[in-house]
C-alpha cells in the first residue's frame, strides 16, 4: 500500500475508551483525517486520540447514537467516510482493498464483513456469527438514524468489500452486562415510541423462546462450546427483560 494518505475521514464516536482507542486507531493510519466526537469522557480516552492527530469535538450523546454519528460525519472534510467503532480494528486485508477502492473512487456505499471475538478468540457462530455494516460511503448525503441499532443511510449504490473489521464487543463479562442492561432499555424505549404493542404471551414467553432457538440451533450456536450455550441463554433472558421493560412502560397499572 503506498504511503500516501487516503481520501478518508475516519469517524468514530467515544466514551471512556481509553482501553480501546490505541489499537482502534492505530489500525487506521491509512486515513487523512480522524474525526472524534466524545461523549464527555472521564478517562484519556481525549488525550489519547490527539495523539493519533485526531480532531475531536466533545458533545453530549443524549442517548441518540444516529445524531450523534451524523453530528460527526458532518465534521469530516474527505469525500469519503469511514465509521468505525472503538471495540473494532482494520484488519490489513481490508486496509489494502480500501487503499484500491478508493483509488477508483467509485460512487458507491460499501459493507464490511465483521468478524467477531471475545477474550478466548474468534467466534464464528449463534450471536457472535459474521455479519455485515455499511461503514465505507461517500461523505455527500450520508447520514445516520436512529437512537439505538442505527441504520446508516447514503444515497449511492451500495455493495460488499473484500476483508474484514475485527470486532471486541465484550471485553469481560462486566462490559456485557454493562451493555445488556443499557441495550435493553434503550430497546424498550425506542419500541415504546414506535407504539409496539407487547402481549404478556408474545412478548415475555414466546419471543425469549424463538431468541434462543433461533442464536443456539439455526445460527449454530452450539459449535461455539461453553460460551455458545452461555450467550444464548443470556439472548434469551436479553429478549425476555426488552420486553419486560416494554411491558411496564404499556401497562404501567398492571403487575406481572
Known amino acids: 500500500m503506498s504511503s500516501e494518505k ?3 475521514s475516519v469517524v468514530l464516536l467515544t466514551k471512556n ?5 490505541d489499537a482502534c486507531l492505530g489500525s487506521c493510519s491509512f486515513a487523512k483525517e480522524i474525526i472524534v466526537v466524545d461523549d ?3 478517562d484519556g480516552t481525549v488525550a489519547k486520540a490527539k495523539t493519533f492527530g485526531a480532531k475531536v469535538f466533545t458533545r453530549a450523546l443524549a442517548g441518540n447514537w444516529g445524531e450523534q454519528q451524523t453530528f460527526a460525519i458532518s465534521k469530516a472534510s474527505c469525500e469519503w467516510v469511514f465509521l468505525i467503532d472503538a471495540d473494532e480494528r482494520v484488519s490489513p486485508l481490508l486496509a489494502q482493498n480500501l487503499a484500491k477502492t478508493l483509488e477508483q473512487n467509485p460512487q458507491k456505499a460499501f459493507w464490511i464483513q465483521r468478524e467477531n471475538h471475545y477474550n478466548s478468540g474468534r467466534k464464528a457462530h449463534g450471536i457472535l456469527r459474521p455479519d455485515w455494516v455499511l461503514r465505507l460511503l461517500p461523505r455527500e448525503g450520508a447520514r445516520v438514524e436512529g437512537q439505538v441499532h442505527q441504520t446508516i443511510c447514503s444515497p449511492f449504490p451500495q455493495e460488499k468489500l473484500s476483508g474484514h473489521l475485527i470486532h471486541f464487543p465484550y471485553r469481560n463479562w462486566e462490559a456485557y452486562f454493562r451493555k445488556f442492561e443499557k441495550y435493553t432499555t434503550l430497546s ?12 404478556f404471551v408474545n412478548g415475555i414467553i414466546i419471543k425469549p423462546l424463538w431468541a434462543f432457538l433461533k442464536v443456539y440451533f439455526f445460527n449454530l450456536g452450539f459449535l461455539d462450546g461453553k460460551i455458545g450455550w452461555t450467550l444464548s441463554v443470556y439472548h434469551y433472558f436479553y429478549t425476555m427483560t ?4 416494554l411491558y411496564s412502560r404499556r401497562h404501567p397499572d398492571q403487575s406481572l
Open 17 to 21: 475508551e481509553e482501553h480501546n482507542i
Open 40 to 42: 464527555e469522557s472521564t
Open 6 to 8: 487516503l481520501n478518508v
Open 188 to 199: 424498550a424505549e425506542k419500541y415504546e415510541s414506535q407504539g409496539k404493542h407487547c402481549g
Open 242 to 245: 426488552k420486553y419486560v421493560k
